[in-house]
């Protein structure tokens, strides 16, 4: 269905057709059709949906289309949409909405669940509890299928899922879980403890919520439950729950890596001075950092004078350099986000890139020193460029393995050991080891200050 379709619908007052075409929509599809509607038609369209079909679409929709819903509808139109939201996307829409709509949300919700949103938000952010739903099929162990067929239709609408099932026992302790598709095929005199799993997989209350994400993955489930200290089942957590925590986690990662400080909104939601002052203060460390240097060429100006062709590589230096830590500290960075590499396995990890750095480097030596050598027609620059670039390459991604790390072990998100940190590092190095290197083989015939020198001159200036 296409905007000026909806549009011309609402002109010509065709409500009913118009609510025949939405009602064959996915609830899912709607919010991106409705976003390209004015304030006024957005409510219109929105009041014609079912009660069902709008909580579901409400449910999919950017922060600030909510809001502009909610500041439209009535107290009873609003309460209609609460009630079809599940318990943790309630709480999702209270986190995210200013004080004042929070006020009319609060007063739409039944005065049983007021108690239960209030402890869910207690829980710290990022953590299983903050994103956990309290809507679940929860079943006693002498129950027999029958009646444990009967618990589910009563409270299975309401519920989140009734794939997985939860069994308590008097002190509400979870001592096992059953599919429904165990109880459907057992007969209907069979009790419930005869057919559940003992062997339970769930995550605690304050269990960081990247790492309850990865249990998804590596158990396969479409649930997890979640439990406090004494074992008693307080919620669970759904795959859907899951998925939107590694996309929120990989899309803060990709911000660390380029130098950005995180941003929970959208980037059309994100303000042109939030996004400048989110991306500045890296950009500004990265810049000063950067004039170190150009303090080391600078202070290499006697050799340009005698060897003018030196100047020639350092862009090309210090370009490889950064890539090569920057495919080093990618993989790495990876690989502890998914459990494939521990910190523990530094010297093993060390040991790989650096057989990877001697066979890159060798490479890329022989290469560059060809086309030196056919170009200028210069031997020893071939030389000093291909030596140079060895140990930049070794020692780049060196510091590409070893700071993602390093970083994991001093409780840091390894991603800001990330592109722009680890170029602006080899840059400076890849400068000294450039200048060592050709002040070891051209030396005497240019006068090029040491590193000693180098560092007691900048503490002078």
């Known amino acids: 269905m296409e905007i000026e379709e909806i549009k011309e619908l609402i002109q010509t007052k065709k409500f009913n057709k118009l609510k025949n075409e939405l009602k064959e929509m996915n609830g899912v599809d709607i919010p991106s059709l409705l976003e390209e509607l004015d304030k006024e038609t957005l409510v219109k369209v929105f009041r014609i949906l079912s009660k069902e079909q ?26 209609n949409v609460i009630d079809e939201l599940f318990m943790d996307d309630t709480v999702d829409l209270i986190e995210e909405m200013p004080s004042n ?23 710290p952010d990022d953590s299983a509890g903050s994103i956990m ?23 299975g609408l309401d519920s989140e899922t009734i794939y997985n099932c939860y069994v308590l026992n008097k002190n509400r302790i979870l001592v096992g879980i059953l599919n429904i598709k165990e109880i459907l095929i057992s007969k209907s005199n069979i009790e419930i403890k005869n057919l559940m799993t003992t062997n339970i997989i769930s995550v605690h209350t304050l269990e960081d ?3 309850v994400a990865k249990k998804f993955d590596k158990y396969d489930y479409y649930a997890l439950p979640v439990v406090d200290n004494e074992n008693r089942l307080v919620g669970i957590i759904t795959v859907d729950d899951a998925i939107n925590v590694l996309q929120d986690e990989v899309s803060e990662d990709f911000e660390i890596m380029a130098a950005m400080q995180p941003n929970e909104k959208g980037y059309f939601e994100t303000s042109v001075f939030t996004h400048a002052k989110k991306r500045i203060v890296w950009l500004l460390i990265l810049m000063l950092s950067a004039t170190l240097t ?26 490889t350099g950064g890539n090569c830590g920057s495919q080093s500290s990618t993989l790495i960075i990876r ?14 990890v060390l040991w790989k890139e650096i057989r990877v750095s001697l066979i890159v480097g060798i490479v890329l030596a022989a290469v ?44 840091l998100d390894p991603a800001i050991m990330a592109a722009p940190l680890i170029t602006t590092l080899v840059d400076t190095f890849s400068i000294l080891i450039y200048f060592q290197i050709a002040t070891a083989i051209i030396g005497r015939n240019i006068k090029i200050r040491i590193i000693p020198d180098f560092f007691s001159s900048l503490q002078i200036c």
């Open 294 to 319: 150009g303090a080391i060429i600078t202070k290499y100006e006697n050799a340009f004078a005698a060897v003018p062709l030196l100047v020639a590589f350092i862009p090309m230096i210090m370009d």
């Open 133 to 155: 739903t309290t809507e679940f099929v929860d079943l006693k162990e002498d129950m027999t299928v029958e009646e444990a067929l009967e618990r589910i239709r009563t409270i």
């Open 101 to 123: 709509v929070v006020k009319r949300i609060l007063r739409a919700v039944d005065v049983n669940d007021r108690k239960t949103i209030n402890e869910l938000l207690k829980y």
């Open 335 to 348: 690989g502890l986000a998914t459990d494939e590499i521990e910190v523990k396995e530094v010297f093993k």
């Open 368 to 411: 560059n020193g060809i086309r030196i050598f056919l170009q200028y027609k210069n031997l020893q620059m071939a030389f000093i460029v291909g030596l140079t670039l060895v140990a930049t390459v070794a020692l780049s991604k060196t510091l590409g393995c070893l700071l993602p790390l390093l970083a994991k072990k001093l409780k």
């Open 209 to 211: 919520q990247e790492e």
């Open 54 to 79: 709008a909580g579901e679409a409400f449910s999919y929709m950017e922060t600030d289309m909510q809001e502009r819903l909610i500041q439209d509808l009535t107290d009873k139109e609003l309460k």
